[in-house]
Antibody, heavy 123, light 107 residues
Framework: QLQLQESGPGLVKPSEILSLTCSVS??????????WVWIRQPPGKGLEWIGS???????YYNPSLKSRVTISLDTSKNQFSLKLNSVTAADTAVYYC???????????????WGRGTLVTVSS | DIQMTQSPSTLSASVGDRVTITCRAS??????LAWYQQKPGKAPKFLIY???TLESGVPSRFSGSAYGTEFTLTISSLQPDDFATYYC?????????FGQGTKVEIK
């Protein structure tokens, strides 16, 4: 059974780098034609796609965040990661990792999600 | 950017009611639309893709339909487990935008 689990600091200072890792079990992130995705949800608000990475390593980013985002794969650990630079309070959100549905694209839909992790940006 | 507008924002209903949620796209997205259910403190749960295809394991009381740029999610007979917030998402282009959500609450 596929499971995803986010990990990383829950508190990040303004202007610093937000770094999160998604550990995947039940499937190899490098062995099938799938997308692995980061999505976020500010408290009490809606969902926003951050970016996706294909099993081959090709990345796709939300244009509104593209200048600050890097997503990468670590196939040896069956993990993928998110780095968001120069964070502000507006980046405070629950961050989810997810898998793209086999019928979809880098934009969705997303059929398996991690539980999410709250990251607060504050000094 | 493609805007996704859901209505209503909140819906009050009783167990057994037929419930319909609407999602309108600001431009054509073909049928590249998904629906998710989210409960407080939980990750979204994937329900429907390509506007009307039910994901495996999702109860058959859920259904989706499309007419041009208007999409609907229908719950044929609302169950206690269905009280939640529902989001549509277009995955045709741009940033894969989500609707703002529709909260289905107990009447």
């Amino acid at each position: 059974q596929l499971q995803l689990q986010e990990s990383g600091p829950g508190l990040v200072k303004p202007s610093e780098i937000l770094s999160l890792t998604c550990s995947v079990s039940g499937a190899s992130i490098s062995s099938s034609s799938l997308y692995w995705v980061w999505i976020r949800q500010p408290p009490g608000k809606g969902l926003e796609w951050i970016g996706s990475i294909y099993y081959s390593g090709t990345t796709y980013y939300n244009p509104s965040l593209k200048s600050r985002v890097t997503i990468s794969l670590d196939t040896s650990k069956n993990q993928f990661s998110l780095k968001l630079n120069s964070v502000t309070a507006a980046d405070t959100a629950v961050y989810y990792c997810a898998r793209g549905h086999p019928s979809g694209s880098y934009l969705g839909p997303y059929d398996h999600w991690g539980r999410g992790t709250l990251v607060t940006v504050s000094s | 950017d493609i805007q996704m507008t859901q209505s209503p924002s909140t819906l009050s209903a009783s167990v057994g009611d037929r419930v319909t949620i609407t999602c309108r796209a600001s431009q054509s997205i073909s049928t590249w639309l998904a629906w998710y259910q989210q409960k407080p403190g939980k990750a979204p749960k994937f329900l429907i893709y390509k506007a009307s295809t039910l994901e495996s394991g999702v109860p058959s009381r859920f259904s989706g339909s499309a007419y041009g740029t208007e999409f609907t999610l229908t719950i044929s007979s609302l169950q206690p487990d269905d009280f939640a917030t529902y989001y549509c998402q277009q995955y045709n282009s741009d940033s894969g935008t989500f609707g703002q959500g529709t909260k289905v609450e107990i009447k």
